[in-house]
């Protein structure tokens, strides 16, 4: 169990966790000279069962709040500190409404210095204390009379910090590796040190680490866990992780070191958001806030999704835009201070890391945020299937959870599509297939001398908000099941059908072989024109409307190709694909005898058709299926 202090400034913090633990938890210079304790401090104590008692002693100075906040996370238990002489102080309202917003349960208050004062007064201050705590999550805490110099009452302290220990639930290992990173150092003959508590998962020394947001891989070279050497380290403990790979200064407070499938740095999530009653005025939208999350401290905007401003008490959904990334998954706590970083505004949990920045308060959208804020993830699930196709990878990430799919319900539909696994609800797969046969539908008709639109088209137009890979594996479906007809890259009902006149018949009949002759370099549309003897406009309108038929592809204006020379090119792409994992112009333009501007006016074409994906200076292939498998088309 991690214990973390709270309290006023000299109210005896650091004084009572070496009466509990004999640590001194001051070893700055600074700090002994001016008895205050500035940077955290931590201490260890074993337990009777071979377990260990953390410590986290945090600053009380107003002025330090922020690094208060980066000791609160990932705490278990409270240790509210208030001096019996002073009473209730300002950082003693701060610290336990911070306590508070982070959703901290478990605690207890050590109520100091009472060798200093009458029993009287001793009493007053109880009441207050229990008082303070009635509108909290520590509401009922038991309160600790004691003199942490003296010796009096710290044994009755001690032993219960211990039971709660004894009886606190083990932290589950599920989901990938996090530890908030809150100290990084060098040690002499080991290399860089950094220590933090875990929030999730499990570690082993040589494991694959990722630092989070930076990128950097790194691998645990040795570990200690609660100031112990240690082979495995796991949620709910502190750790000193030995890093190879990195340097002490790329990694700061407030990074992570996560499990490589969990580096997702963001810098936009929607929250949920409390403002604290204490808050003196509403908070606006868009107001500056310093964000607290994990041990990191970032300026951010705070975009309100219900209205133009939040009152004092009062939750709605958000969504912070900070100003640089930082690690954030769903259910992470967070604390909003104002822009002056003098008053705690409020606090809330992360719903999802990575929202968007346009359509953000859709009732679709709210209503997903409502979803997402359901703490069971089986009926998370269930209402987020109502309302649209999941995909399961990307929640798993953001969820920090192996597999969501075991919580499906069972009549939902999985489809899995290239690298993407999609989840859809019955009702909800149904009507997609309806709306895309209706909508091609009313197409045919609005445009009876098109064949049809292409796969990237027809998603923009009938379903834009379903991800391609989704798109795919819902033409696939229909494809199947013969409801749905694919020509070339066009897709049609299969009652539609485009014919030609008997003179365009003709044309094309007298045009072809001129098409066949030089595949990969066809004639243009103007030489066509020419030799056929008709007029430049006649000819264009008979190659689009080929076009739309499916009987040619439009490379770029005026170029034309038959569908079996395109199918050659998109074989060589293939080839190019196995044997480099990608397709570059230059080895495409070698492989085919084009120009070097028509190799790239071809790749353009796949690019834009969906056969392949633009990957910077490349082209990946994206479905292979599209013009025939290589060795078909060869």
Not at 60 to 83: N, P, Q, S, Y
Not at 565 to 574: K, Y
């Amino acid at each position: 169990m991690i214990v973390g202090t709270a309290g006023h400034i000299d109210h005896g913090k650091t004084t009572l966790v070496h009466a509990l633990t004999g640590v001194d938890t001051d070893r700055l210079a600074a700090e002994k000279l001016r008895g205050i304790s500035i940077e955290l401090g931590y201490a260890y104590q074993p337990l009777a069962d071979g377990g260990v008692l953390g410590f986290v002693d945090v600053p009380g100075h107003e002025r330090f709040i922020h690094t208060m906040l980066a000791g609160a996370a990932g705490i278990d238990f409270a240790l509210l500190v208030v001096a019996a002489d002073d009473g209730v102080m300002p950082q003693t309202r701060e610290h336990l409404n911070i306590l508070d917003l982070l959703g901290i349960e478990r605690g207890a208050v050590a109520l100091t210095k009472i060798d200093r004062i009458e029993p009287e007064r001793i009493a007053e201050v109880d009441r207050d204390l229990r008082r303070l705590l009635a509108e909290t999550a520590l509401a009922g805490a038991p309160v600790f009379p004691l003199s942490a110099t003296g010796g009096q009452g710290v044994d009755a302290l001690r032993m219960h910090l211990h039971e709660a220990a004894r009886s606190m639930p083990q932290a589950k290992e599920a989901g990938g590796f996090r530890l908030a990173v809150d100290r990084s150092f060098t040690l002499k003959g080991a290399g860089t040190i950094v220590t933090g508590t875990v929030f999730a998962g499990r570690v082993e020394v040589g494991d694959e680490l990722v630092v989070t947001p930076s990128g950097k891989p790194v691998r645990l070279r040795s570990l200690h866990v609660m100031n112990r050497p240690a082979q495995a380290g796991q949620a709910g403990q502190r750790c000193a992780l030995n890093l190879a790979g990195v340097g002490k200064d790329e990694i700061a407070r407030g990074d992570w070191i996560v499990s490589p499938r969990l580096h997702a740095p963001t810098a936009r999530f929607d929250v949920r958001l409390t403002l604290s009653p204490q808050a003196s005025a509403p908070l606006t939208h868009w107001a500056p806030v310093h964000l607290h999350l994990g041990a990191a401290h970032v300026m951010a905007r705070v975009a309100l999704l219900e209205g133009d401003s939040l009152a004092s008490g009062d939750s709605a959904r958000a969504q912070l835009v900070a100003d640089r990334p930082l690690g954030a998954l769903h259910g992470d706590r967070f604390i909003l201070r104002d822009a002056n970083a003098r008053h705690t505004l409020g606090g809330g949990v992360v719903l999802d890391p990575d929202a968007p920045a346009r359509k953000r308060k859709t009732p679709l959208r709210l209503a997903e945020l409502a979803a997402l804020g359901i703490a069971d993830i089986a009926p998370r699930l269930r209402q987020l299937l109502e309302l649209r196709g999941l995909d399961l990878d990307r929640l798993a990430l953001h969820w920090n959870c192996k597999d969501p799919a075991v919580h499906l319900p069972h009549d939902s539909t999985r489809v899995r599509t290239g690298h993407e696994t999609w989840a859809f609800s019955a009702a909800h797969w149904a009507s997609l297939q309806d709306k895309l046969r209706a909508d091609l539908a009313a197409f045919h008709e609005r445009f009876p001398d098109e064949l049809g639109p292409d796969a990237a088209r027809a998603r923009r137009m009938f379903l834009p908000t379903l991800s391609a890979a989704a798109f795919a594996a819902l033409t696939e479906h229909l494809l199947a099941a013969g409801t749905l007809q694919r020509s070339g890259s066009w897709l049609h009902l299969p009652t539609h059908s485009v014919a030609l006149t008997r003179e365009e018949e003709a044309l094309y009949q007298s045009i072809r072989p001129w098409l066949a002759e030089s595949p990969f370099d066809p004639p243009w549309m103007r030489d066509l024109a020419r030799m056929s003897g008709k007029d430049e406009g006649s000819m264009r309108r008979l190659l689009q409307k080929l076009a739309r038929q499916g009987m040619l592809y439009q490379v770029v204006r005026d170029l034309f190709y038959l569908p079996e020379s395109v199918a050659r090119l998109a074989a060589l792409v293939q080839e190019l694909e196995h044997a480099a994992g990608e397709t570059r112009a230059a080895e495409f333009r070698d492989r085919s005898g084009l120009s070097r501007k028509r190799a790239i006016q071809v790749l353009e074409f796949f690019d834009r058709v969906g056969y392949t994906r633009r990957v910077r200076e490349a082209h990946r292939l994206r479905n292979a299926d599209m013009f025939g498998r290589a060795e078909h088309a060869a």
